[in-house]
């Protein structure tokens, strides 16, 4: 589903002659990535809510997404997993 949301993005800029036919996958991947990170991160701050710990929630994202994006780590062959993994270690923290 995330792909397909990506891809009629990308499509939607193709269309719009924003973007050329010949780059929209890379385009694709990106919209991909950038949703991924706004559910994920949307999802953490809604958690932090619930849990009246948004500022807790804030600042495990603040030092969490450097660490990850810096020193690599374990990768899932699908974002659903990757959520959950992530949400996991939310939790856990």
């Known amino acids: 589903m995330l792909r397909k949301i990506a891809h009629n993005i990308a499509y939607f800029f193709v ?7 010949e780059y929209i996958d890379v385009y694709r991947y990106g919209f991909e990535q950038l ?4 559910v994920l ?15 807790v929630s804030m600042i495990f994202l603040a030092y969490f997404i450097p660490l990850r994006y810096f020193a690599g780590g374990f990768h899932f062959n ?9 949400i996991c ?3 856990a923290v």
């Open 15 to 21: 269309r719009e002659n924003i973007i050329d036919l």
């Open 89 to 91: 270690i939310f939790s």
């Open 35 to 38: 949703i991924a990170t706004f």
């Open 41 to 55: 991160m949307s999802t953490i701050v809604i958690m932090g809510l619930m849990q009246d710990k948004l500022v």
């Open 78 to 86: 699908a974002y659903f997993k990757c959520y959950i993994g992530f």
